[in-house]
Antibody, heavy 117, light 109 residues
Framework: DVHLVESGGGLIQPGGSLRLSCAASGLTVTSHYMTWVRQAPGKRLEWVSVIYTGGATYYTASVKGRFTISRDTSKNTLDLQMNRLGPEDTAVYYC???????????WGQGLLVTVSS | SYVLTQPPSVSVAPGETARITCGGNNIVSRSVHWYQQKPGQAPILIIYYDTKRTSGIPERFSGSSSGDTATLTVTRVAAGDEADYYCQVWDTSSDHPVVFGGGTTLTVL
C-alpha cells in the first residue's frame, strides 16, 4: 500500500516561511512524478508545483520565485519550501504522486497552512 | 496555458444519469483524468486515460472524450456520489504542465 503523509503546516504570519514535507511509503519519490496541489477554504483545487522523475521542476505563476519543490532521497520525502507567504497562500496543501507524467493516483490527506497575523 | 472549463454544478435525482463535462481546445488529443473529492477528504483518481476506471471504482462511472469536450458519466446516481469532480490534463508544451478544471459539484436531489 502507498501512503503519503504531509507535515509541517500550521499558522504563520504574513511574510514568513514554512517548509512542508510529504513522507512516502510504498512509493519512491524519485521514481514518481510528485506534485503539490492546494485548496483554499471553500475553493477549488489549484496546482502548485511538480517535480519530474528527472528532477525538472515547474510552478504555478503565483508561487514562482517564492516556493521551491524538492525531494529528500534519504528520507523518501517530497518537500515544499514556502517563502514570503501571504494570506492568499492559506489553503490545504496536498502532496500527490503518479507513475508517469499524466496523472496522480496517490494523494496525501492534506495539511492546512494558515497565513494570518 | 491550456484551460479546462467545467460547469460549477450539476444536479440529478437519485437513479438518474449525471454527465459532467470538461471543455478544452481539441481535448480529444489529450489524455483526460478525473478526480472525485468528497467534503473534508483528499481527491481520489477515478478515471484516467479518458476511459479507464481506477481499481475499486464502480462501473457506474465512465469517461469519454470527443472534439473539445470530455465527459464523466455517472449512471444510477446515488447519494454517496455527491462530491466535487475535477478533470485534469497534462500540458507538456507549457511551464504550467498540470492543468485542473474548475471543478463541478454533483448534487443528488
Amino acid at each position: 500500500d502507498v501512503h503519503l503523509v504531509e507535515s509541517g503546516g500550521g499558522l504563520i504570519q504574513p511574510g514568513g516561511s514554512l517548509r512542508l514535507s510529504c513522507a512516502a511509503s510504498g512509493l519512491t519519490v524519485t521514481s514518481h512524478y510528485m506534485t503539490w496541489v492546494r485548496q483554499a477554504p471553500g475553493k477549488r483545487l489549484e496546482w502548485v508545483s511538480v517535480i519530474y522523475t528527472g528532477g525538472a521542476t515547474y510552478y504555478t505563476a503565483s508561487v514562482k520565485g517564492r516556493f521551491t519543490i524538492s525531494r529528500d532521497t534519504s528520507k523518501n520525502t517530497l518537500d515544499l519550501q514556502m517563502n514570503r507567504l501571504g494570506p492568499e497562500d492559506t489553503a490545504v496543501y496536498y502532496c500527490a504522486g503518479g507513475p508517469n507524467v499524466l496523472y496522480f493516483d496517490h494523494w496525501g490527506q492534506g495539511l492546512l497552512v494558515t497565513v494570518s497575523s | 496555458s491550456y484551460v479546462l472549463t467545467q460547469p460549477p454544478s450539476v444536479s440529478v435525482a437519485p437513479g438518474e444519469t449525471a454527465r459532467i463535462t470538461c471543455g478544452g481546445n481539441n481535448i480529444v488529443s489529450r489524455s483526460v483524468h478525473w478526480y472525485q473529492q468528497k467534503p473534508g477528504q483528499a481527491p481520489i483518481l477515478i478515471i484516467y486515460y479518458d476511459t479507464k476506471r481506477t481499481s475499486g471504482i464502480p462501473e457506474r462511472f465512465s469517461g469519454s472524450s470527443s472534439g473539445d469536450t470530455a465527459t464523466l458519466t455517472v449512471t444510477r446516481v446515488a447519494a454517496g456520489d455527491e462530491a466535487d469532480y475535477y478533470c485534469q490534463v497534462w500540458d507538456t508544451s507549457s511551464d504550467h504542465p498540470v492543468v485542473f478544471g474548475g471543478g463541478t459539484t454533483l448534487t443528488v436531489l
